[in-house]
């Protein structure tokens, strides 16, 4: 049992296991985590993972060296069935689709020729959002999670633009390498309801008028477009203070500057 080894290991509480007396999905869980630690670093790694030898200083030391840096280790592959290490041998970065999908794409000649050395950090225009980490201080700053979204999906996005667009940087280490189990099925029900509301409320606070070419691809084009939406709760005013706040940059600048340049 979980707290019987904590115990036995970690008898001075360095380590602290926090519990969720009822589901709160990933979003909210993480800030009990966040309200609960006492570092001035917050590192965020899933459960199915295996953190390779020396994975964490690279990020530390990028975070040094810029306290407004979000950084990630490279995601290597682990089979869900066999437990295969596949080591990820490209430079690659997060992108998205105008369906708000997740896209890894490898970085060009141009842009590796440019590191001062192949290990060289390099950037990452949107983080896959479960493996990183950043200062405590700089994710207050950013409004830390929406806890108004369910479940999971769509944090990342957030995150990523809120960092890119008010003044901070996300990067990829590629001396830092932590495996994660990519599975094949879910072990739990989650549906497009679920990650559209997420995925809405990031649209509409971050997205300007791009926003639409998100929701173009809702449901069908026959459909009003409150109905393609759903109920996303339109009580978003507290994250757009964040953006009026930091004042932010435009979604227009983030693609032409970030995910172009």
Request: negative net charge.
């Amino acid at each position: 049992p979980l707290d019987d080894y904590v115990s036995a290991h970690f008898p001075n509480g360095l380590v602290k296991v926090v519990r969720q007396e009822e589901r709160q999905g990933l979003m909210r869980s993480r800030m009990a985590g966040i309200r609960a630690s006492q570092a001035n670093i917050l590192v965020f790694l899933d459960s199915h993972i295996e953190a390779g030898i020396g994975w964490l200083e690279p990020m530390l030391q990028g975070i040094h060296d810029n306290p407004r840096l979000i950084t990630s280790p490279v995601i290597d592959a682990i089979n869900d069935t066999t437990f295969f290490y596949r080591f990820i041998e490209k430079d690659i970065f997060g992108l998205m689709n105008w369906r708000m999908e997740f896209e890894w794409h490898e970085l060009d000649l141009k842009d590796r020729s440019d590191k001062p050395n192949i290990w060289a950090p390099h950037e990452n225009p949107i983080m896959a959002g479960g493996l990183f980490a950043i200062r405590k201080d700089y994710f207050e700053e950013l409004g830390f999670y929406d806890e108004g979204m369910e479940i999971w999906g769509g944090e990342n996005y957030e995150l990523s633009f809120k960092a890119w667009m008010c003044g901070g940087r996300i990067e990829i280490a590629p001396c830092s390498r932590v495996g994660h189990v990519f599975r094949t099925w879910s072990p739990y029900k989650i549906g497009d309801a679920e990650i559209n509301h997420n995925l809405v409320r990031v649209a509409e606070v971050w997205m300007d008028d791009f926003k639409y070419l998100f929701y173009s691809r809702l449901g069908r084009f026959d459909e009003p477009l409150a109905q393609r939406l759903g109920d996303f709760d339109n009580n978003l005013s507290e994250r757009k203070s964040i953006r009026s706040r930091l004042k932010c940059k435009s979604f227009a600048w983030f693609l032409d500057n970030i995910v172009a340049g």
